[in-house]
């Protein structure tokens, strides 16, 4: 794209300024002579740079708050910085330092970052929308800050997630940053804490009636299309109910997903197809038992249950397969508290508050943690299933690190070597008796990023739960045996660009296939998507001559 701005200007735009790699053609073309140090870096120089200048940080949240500064100032090289290392930068500019980054949102704030709509401005959401500068959005992050990771109400300080979480569509999948908008919509918050700190950047009022912020979302939702008619939302981190509700209110109608729901049903399919094939089964002839029913609970049952159905059993059949236990207890028919979404998993069965006693009588091949709360998979729970099964499957996923169920080093040492692990956040590998065990990492970054590149890709319409199983099954095929072996349930991260793009691939034939895609059909579906991928490198001088 040819360079309109000139002088300062180019400096000041984080997706133009090159810093100290501007080379003596561009900088007269540009009118910036004088404006940078006399040199000409080449970007690995700059990368060195950063890199050492990271390390001089001691901390994650300095590290996390030098790469936002970064990103700020030049976006090129924050990206060729993640996309260098992303095992060790992932943890840095998402989970597990977002957390932290979020509890101190308004105190770690430097710069605006996406849009703000706060829920006074209903009825002008249209006009508002039409301030973002970037015409063509194809995907919008939302989230209202109602349950941020495993902390709760966050409010405002929930921002830092939309921004995160669509960074990494561009450093997992290489969607073009360009097209993506973080999005926080302000319903109040009722976290008291915020609601008395002055430096909360929010509406300090309490959350509405929830027909009233369905009515504000609403009216976001329609402007979206109007505005930007190829963009997709994607909801993120709202309170369990809303996530469902609202899910099911658009998605028959618009482009939209919920990752909560739908990402994390993805990233632990993968894994549960990964762990029936470490045990030589399928996931049809596996029980499960979720110990929490909310947003992360629901959408895994249910397309886990897809999966079962497309393993040759019914819908009821599958649903018979999966049991729940939240904070009242197991779900049976004489719960009268369940939303009616919970209902196809409220089995027959006698009322308990006891989850170790629940595992006695239900016997689950496989339990998965989406309580929120940490410790909670106990020694006791963990022997339990190590006892009733040759090898439990024991998924741990609530974050951030502390907010998981059990860690891997409990859970292997308590099963004495027999669980298949995985947890929501990334954990150092366990050597236990001379034997060296992989904890995965059943993160929804291997899902939504690539299901945003094939939507990107393709301009698909609606995203479906079959892409969601399409791309779970692909993440799986991506493993191989012998790290299989080594109980390693997902993808090595540092390959994980490659992994995307081939996950990608398989889903944009799949929206082919379904008559959902609205461009032409490619003949080479992989070479198709490569030829989408952002490349985190400057543009060349010609781009600047031509402005000049
Ligand atoms: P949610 O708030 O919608 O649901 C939490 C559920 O846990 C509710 O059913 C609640 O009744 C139950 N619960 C709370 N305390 C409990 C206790 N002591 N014992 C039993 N059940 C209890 O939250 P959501 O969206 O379902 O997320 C749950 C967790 O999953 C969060 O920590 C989140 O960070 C994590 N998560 C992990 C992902 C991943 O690893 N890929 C992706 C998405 C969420």
Not at 142 to 158: F, K, Y
Not at 213 to 234: N, R, T
Not at 240 to 265: E, F, I, P
Not at 278 to 290: A, R
């Amino acid at each position: 794209m040819p360079i309109t701005k000139r002088g300062i200007e180019v400096l000041r735009d984080p997706s133009l300024n090159k810093s100290t790699a501007f080379t003596e053609e561009e900088k007269q073309a540009l009118g910036i002579v004088g404006l940078v140090p006399d040199v000409t870096e080449s970007e690995d120089l700059q990368l060195s740079r950063v890199m050492m200048q990271l390390g001089h940080k001691t901390t994650d949240l300095d590290r996390y708050v030098y790469l936002v500064n970064l990103l700020d100032h030049n976006e090129t090289l924050f990206y060729r910085t993640i996309m260098s290392d992303p095992a060790r930068f992932l943890p840095i500019v998402y989970d597990p330092t977002i957390g932290e980054a979020c509890l101190k949102f308004g105190h770690i704030y430097r710069q605006a970052r996406g849009m703000y709509l706060s829920i006074t401005r209903r009825g002008k959401v249209k006009d508002i929308l039409k301030n973002w500068p970037q015409k063509d959005v194809r995907f919008i992050c939302v989230t209202d800050g109602g349950r941020i990771l495993g902390l709760g109400d966050l409010g405002a300080n929930g921002a830092g997630i939309p921004i995160g979480k669509l960074e990494l569509y561009t450093a997992c999948a290489g969607v073009p940053p360009q097209y993506l908008m973080p999005m926080y919509l302000d319903a109040g918050t009722n976290n008291e804490q915020y609601l008395h700190d002055p430096l909360y950047l929010g509406m300090r009022k309490t959350r509405p009636k929830t027909e009233e912020l369905y009515s504000f979302v609403d009216e976001f939702v329609a402007a979206v299309q109007e505005v930007f008619p190829k963009c997709c939302i994607h909801f993120e981190d709202w309170t369990g109910s809303d996530a469902v509700h609202l899910l099911g209110r658009y998605r028959d109608k618009y482009c939209v997903y919920n990752d909560d729901v739908q990402g994390t049903a993805g990233i632990v399919l993968a894994g549960m197809i990964n762990a029936a094939r470490i045990k030589g089964t399928k996931l049809s002839d596996e029980k499960y038992l979720f110990l929490g029913a909310g947003s992360a609970g629901i959408g895994l049952a249910n397309l886990l249950c897809s999966a079962m159905a497309e393993e040759g059993l019914t819908l009821k059949q599958a649903q018979s397969h999966v049991y729940m236990f939240d904070i009242n207890g197991l779900l049976e028919t004489t719960r009268k508290d369940l939303f009616d979404f919970q209902k196809p998993y409220a089995h027959k069965h006698a009322p308990t508050h006891d989850f170790v006693a629940a595992i006695e009588s239900i016997k689950p091949t496989t339990i998965i943690g989406v309580s929120t709360v940490g410790g909670t998979f106990t020694k006791e729970v963990v022997e339990t299933m190590a006892r009733l099964n040759e090898r439990p499957v024991i998924l741990a996923l609530s974050n951030p690190t502390e907010h998981a169920e059990c860690t891997p080093e409990q859970a292997y040492t308590w099963s004495k070597g027999k669980a298949i692990y995985a947890a929501g956040v990334q954990f150092p590998p366990v050597q236990l008796n001379g034997q060296t065990f992989l904890p995965g990492q059943a993160n929804n970054f291997y899902i939504f990023p690539a299901i945003g590149m094939a939507i990107f890709a393709t301009q698909a319409k609606r995203v479906t739960d079959q892409m969601f199983i399409e791309s779970a099954r692909a993440v799986a095929d991506q493993v191989p045996n012998d790290l299989l072996k080594q109980g390693l349930l997902y993808p090595l991260q540092s390959n994980i660009l490659e992994t995307e793009i081939q996950t990608a691939a398989r889903v944009a034939k799949l929206a082919f296939d379904a008559g959902l895609a609205r461009v032409d059909r490619p003949t080479d579906m992989v070479s198709f998507i490569r030829r989408h991928v952002y490349k985190p490198m400057y543009s060349s001088a010609a781009s600047a001559k031509k402005a000049a």
